[in-house]
Structures are given as structure tokens and as C-alpha cells.
């Protein structure tokens, strides 16, 4: 039920923004986009949301979001970038893993839409998930596309901990 969840929490969930800035804003302090785990694959099946095919290659990554002066871990985010839908540029920018996506699209100026295609709650991780098995659950969690050029680049899913968000 998400009018159970704390009001800022319910605004990040279906905010069409970079959760970075919001997080900075709202916690007033740097946060850090943390590479967890990050390579590229050769699909060899599609993945649901995304409409790559078997054969096209996708770039994987994983991150935390941490505030810089608390330590504090508010997100871990799993994204899948079709490389065929970006510029060679974009790629190495994003290989190179210093910021998040949505601040590298907003430093580039490329158009996007982030189009939000579920949520979830997570009471539960499993024990050999290395990215959340680092956030306290329960978690709640939202899936997105974003669109660059009106064709879908990015598959992306965050992870928020609740405990986090609930004093705010």
C-alpha cells in the first residue's frame, strides 16, 4: 500500500528525475554514485522491458547511492543500457562509471522521458544478491525505461530502504 510509505519515499517512486539531485536536496549533503559491478554483455534472450534482442549488446551496471558525509546508503539501482540506441561518447562516459545516468544525460543535454513500468516491495533479499544485500530491507523498488530520441535506451530498476526514508 503505497500510502503507508513515507510521503518522500511515495514522491521518489514516481518522480521523472534524477533521484540523485532529489536525494542531495531533500538529505542536503553530496551523494555518491558507488559502482558496485559493471560489463557488458551479448544478450543471448531479451529481458522484459527492454527491446533488445538476443545478439544485441547491453552495458550492466549496478550502484549504490551514498551520502558522502553520512556514509548512509539511500539506493542501489540495476541498470541495462542498449548500446546500439547511444553514441560511442555516451558509452565510454558511462563505462567510465563517475556519475549516474540520469546526471550524464543531464550533462550531455540528451532528451529523455523516463517511463515507469512497475513497482515493487521486496520484505525479503536473496542471500546471494551482492548490490542489496547491502540495503537493509524491507526495500521498495521501481522500474523504468528511459527513452532517448523516443526509443527505449535504458532499463533501469532502484531500490530505496524504507527504515531510511521513514523518520523523514
Given at each position: 500500500?503505497l500510502?503507508t510509505?513515507?510521503p518522500?519515499?511515495?514522491?521518489?517512486?514516481v518522480?521523472?528525475?534524477?533521484?540523485?539531485?532529489?536525494l542531495?536536496?531533500?538529505f542536503?549533503e553530496s551523494?555518491?554514485?558507488?559502482r558496485v559491478?559493471?560489463?557488458?554483455?551479448t544478450?543471448r534472450?531479451?529481458i522484459?522491458?527492454?527491446?533488445?534482442?538476443?545478439?544485441?549488446e547491453?552495458?550492466?551496471?549496478e550502484?549504490?547511492l551514498?551520502?558522502?558525509?553520512s556514509g548512509?546508503?539511500?539506493?542501489?539501482a540495476r541498470?541495462f543500457?542498449?548500446l546500439?540506441?547511444?553514441?560511442?561518447?555516451y558509452?565510454k562516459?558511462?563505462?567510465?562509471g563517475k556519475?549516474?545516468?540520469?546526471?550524464?544525460?543531464?550533462e550531455?543535454g540528451?532528451?529523455?522521458?523516463?517511463e515507469?513500468?512497475g513497482l515493487?516491495?521486496?520484505?525479503?533479499?536473496?542471500d546471494?544478491d551482492?548490490?542489496?544485500?547491502i540495503?537493509?530491507?524491507?526495500?521498495?523498488a521501481?522500474s523504468?525505461?528511459?527513452?532517448v530520441a523516443g526509443e527505449?535506451?535504458f532499463l533501469?530498476?532502484?531500490?530505496?530502504p524504507?527504515?531510511?526514508?521513514?523518520?523523514?
Amino acid at each position: 500500500d503505497l500510502a503507508t510509505l513515507p510521503p518522500f519515499l511515495r514522491t521518489l517512486l514516481v518522480a521523472d528525475g534524477t533521484v540523485t539531485k532529489a536525494l542531495e536536496a531533500y538529505f542536503w549533503e553530496s551523494v555518491l554514485v558507488h559502482r558496485v559491478d559493471q560489463y557488458r554483455e551479448t544478450l543471448r534472450s531479451p529481458i522484459e522491458g527492454l527491446p533488445a534482442v538476443a545478439g544485441d549488446e547491453v552495458l550492466c551496471r549496478e550502484v549504490l547511492l551514498q551520502g558522502d558525509a553520512s556514509g548512509v546508503e539511500y539506493a542501489a539501482a540495476r541498470s541495462f543500457l542498449w548500446l546500439d540506441r547511444l553514441d560511442a561518447n555516451y558509452h565510454k562516459a558511462l563505462e567510465e562509471g563517475k556519475i549516474g545516468i540520469g546526471e550524464l544525460l543531464r550533462e550531455q543535454g540528451i532528451e529523455t522521458y523516463r517511463e515507469i513500468i512497475g513497482l515493487q516491495f521486496l520484505e525479503f533479499v536473496p542471500d546471494d544478491d551482492q548490490l542489496l544485500s547491502i540495503l537493509q530491507p524491507p526495500l521498495v523498488a521501481r522500474s523504468y525505461r528511459i527513452r532517448v530520441a523516443g526509443e527505449p535506451a535504458f532499463l533501469v530498476t532502484e531500490y530505496f530502504p524504507v527504515s531510511r526514508y521513514s523518520s523523514t
